[in-house]
């Protein structure tokens, strides 16, 4: 089955301890990005990675870092998380060429 | 920045009844996707309209697009309580893809 997994579903943390939010895909899309969700602003981008090695900055990149050594993983890392990064975080992969995006499931974060 | 701008925030129809739902941008497209969005559950993709398309049918989906307005419309037709979700615009121009804040609709029973 075509999915998009994230890990964990939900994370409660503490400000400053490092965390990192899994991404993988299984359709061999070379387009990954992540977004966050926050009420009354829909979905901003976080980063986006066109292709293995291949990593941008979308519109909220502050505070957040990604990494793209395998095509089907887009993992999201929060070097020092703090209480404004709590938000439903949504990883969405699609293949080039105008095509539609598939997202995982979301991974509702509470920084404490 | 956000790229679409739906139009309502919010909307609450009966049963049976057509929902439409707008949505504005600002820059030059490649295409125009419409995305549903269960209750904080991820979002599910429903119809793509390209650039060079003025119309698009899907089921009881029904999307249009002006690009000389920058505009792209959503109708729902006999509308169920199954509908009642988020529904979300994204603009997609060169694998660059912004949404919109979306609409909420509420079908009643």
């Known amino acids: 089955e075509a999915q998009v997994t994230q890990n964990p579903r939900y994370l409660i943390t503490v400000t400053g301890k490092k965390l990192t939010v899994t991404c993988s895909q299984n359709m061999n899309h070379e387009y990954m990005s992540w977004y966050r969700q926050d009420p009354g602003l829909g979905l901003r981008q976080i980063y986006y990675?066109?292709?293995?090695?291949?990593?941008d900055k979308g519109d909220v990149p502050e505070g957040y870092k990604v990494s793209r050594k395998e095509k089907r993983n887009f993992p999201l890392i929060l070097e020092s998380p703090s209480p404004n990064q709590t938000s439903l975080y949504f990883c969405a992969s699609r293949d080039r060429g105008g095509t539609e995006a598939f997202f995982g499931q979301g991974t509702r974060l509470t920084v404490v | 920045s956000q790229q679409g701008e739906e139009d309502p925030q919010a909307l609450s129809i009966q049963e049976g009844e057509n929902a439409t739902m707008n949505c504005s941008y600002k820059t030059s497209i490649n295409n125009l996707q419409w995305y549903r969005q269960n209750s904080g559950r991820g979002l599910v993709h429903l119809i793509l309209i390209r650039s060079n398309e003025r119309e698009k049918h899907r089921g009881r989906l029904r999307v249009t697009l002006d690009t000389s307005k920058k505009s792209s419309s959503l109708l729902i037709t006999a509308s169920r309580a199954a509908d009642t979700a988020s529904y979300f615009c994204a603009t997609d121009n060169n694998n660059d893809m912004r949404f919109g804040a979306g609409t909420r609709l509420t079908v009643k029973p």
């Open positions: 990675s066109m292709n293995v090695e291949v990593t």
